[in-house]
């Protein structure tokens, strides 16, 4: 029989800490808080074998927070590494813990041991409140929520996925899977906050009791936005409500029991990087660069607008960004290798697959076709390399391709034609280890 426990533990930080996500911030430093950033998690059990999954109200879970938990819980409950992920929400405004050059680039380490150690307390709690339970799982789809940013068209992927948890006949917890960048909140939002999660959690809470668990997991969504980017609270409270009446609509209406299994793997394959360009390219950029950031400077002395701040700190960050590459194609490293670590757990006859990056709709609808259909895509899992395009993305250009990795501190480098191949070979691959 199942058993299930869930969690939560508050991870908001203390004021005066970074923002992250957003270089149009005109100030960076949080002025204080809107709602509680949350370690949720839950526990799955069954004839002993545990898996734990957390997910966290923030932009991106460092790999080595994820790793020190998942060696705290193998040391005191024996669970392999394959049976712990660890994913953010990807919200835009919460604290700083992985930087991003001029958008939330000074990370405070005091924060980041806090923050992992109430990680590894919600995922204790989840363990110790195990009991029985029965696990249903569902389908739907959100209209009118969210959009194709590159094609300013209709969504790859609109569904709305939900394992609901029950207890003689009482719904005890939610894991609700749903692919869109949590951005309501825009770069004039200084307050941290869940972004649209935050009322997704409340809805449900409202209607099934406070003590119900609600874990929401950001699935594929690189290429995704709200239709109300950046528009405020009021935008996020109607997307978060609308994602729960979609839940509740499917969970009690459509919802389908889960067989007992419980299996889960993972890999860390390597990705070929893209090129930097030639030195001298870098040079003359890095120039260029410096010029057009002292003629912003004497524009305005003091940034006053959310344009003048995206274009003040843009071009910092990639004037960060040159520096680097310069230095780095001195020393002969003109490429790389990033590793991305792919993870599924098997429950019942429905897959989990979690990525360490910014996933692409295209990409996770391909996912879901390798796993029979029946697949929740989780982006931001267990670290975040930042964006992983489609090899079609790849061709066009375009932010996502061309200028969102110079603000990724940790991973300087373009993606490059051939990721996609190798992640859809490495879930499969993954997958049938399962089956």
């Known amino acids: 029989m199942w058993k299930v426990g869930f969690s939560e533990v508050d991870v908001t930080p203390p004021l005066d800490l970074e923002l992250w996500g957003y270089a149009g911030r005109i100030s960076f430093v949080s002025r204080g808080v809107h709602d509680p950033l949350k370690a949720h998690a839950l526990a799955l059990s069954l004839e002993g074998n545990i898996f734990v999954l957390v997910s966290v109200d ?21 669970l392999p590494e394959e049976n ?31 923050f992992e150690r109430k990680i590894f307390t919600a995922a204790k709690e989840a363990i110790e409140n195990l009991s029985n339970g029965t696990i249903y799982y569902s389908k739907g789809v959100a209209e009118n929520l969210s959009f194709d940013r590159r094609r300013k068209s209709e969504p790859a992927d609109k569904e709305v996925i939900v394992l609901s948890f029950f207890k003689n006949d009482k719904a005890i917890g939610f894991v609700v899977n749903f692919p869109c960048h949590p951005v309501c909140l825009g770069e004039d939002n200084l307050l941290v906050s869940a972004d649209y999660p935050q009322y997704l959690y409340a809805t449900l809470k409202k209607v099934y009791g406070e003590n119900t668990g609600v874990l929401f997991l950001t699935g594929a969504c690189g290429d995704i936005d709200p239709v109300w980017r950046g528009r405020g609270y009021r935008y996020a409270e109607r997307m978060g409500r609308a994602i729960a009446g979609e839940v509740i609509k499917i969970v009690e209406t459509s919802r389908e029991e889960v067989s007992e299994e419980l299996k889960a793997t993972k890999d860390i394959i390597e990705l070929d990087t893209g090129q930097l360009p030639d030195l001298s390219e870098l040079i003359k950029e890095r120039d260029r660069l410096i010029d057009e950031i002292s003629r912003l400077r004497r524009e305005f002395a003091v940034v006053t607008s959310i344009k003048e701040a995206l274009e003040l700190h843009s071009r910092e960050a990639f004037l960060s960004w040159t520096l680097d590459a310069i230095k780095a194609v001195e020393k002969g490293y003109k490429s790389s290798k990033y590793l991305l670590e792919i993870h599924v757990a098997k429950i019942g006859d429905l897959y989990l697959v979690g990525l360490s990056g910014e996933t692409f709709a295209e990409i996770g609808v391909k996912i879901k076709d390798a796993c029979g259909g029946k697949a929740v895509v989780v982006s931001y899992a267990n670290g975040d390399i930042g964006y992983l395009p489609t090899d079609e993305a790849i061709r066009e250009g375009g932010y996502e391709v061309e200028n969102a990795f110079k603000y990724y501190k940790e991973y300087p480098y373009p993606p490059k034609e051939s990721w996609e191949k190798k992640i859809l070979e490495t879930v499969s691959e993954l997958v049938s280890r399962l089956k």
């Open 84 to 114: 712990v992920m660890i994913a953010a929400t990807h919200t835009h405004s919460g604290p700083a813990v992985t930087p991003l050059r001029r958008a939330g680039e000074a990370v405070d380490e005091n924060y980041v041991s806090v």
């Open 58 to 78: 923030i932009g991106a879970v460092p790999f080595r927070v994820v790793r020190n938990v998942r060696e705290r819980l193998r040391d005191m409950y024996g």
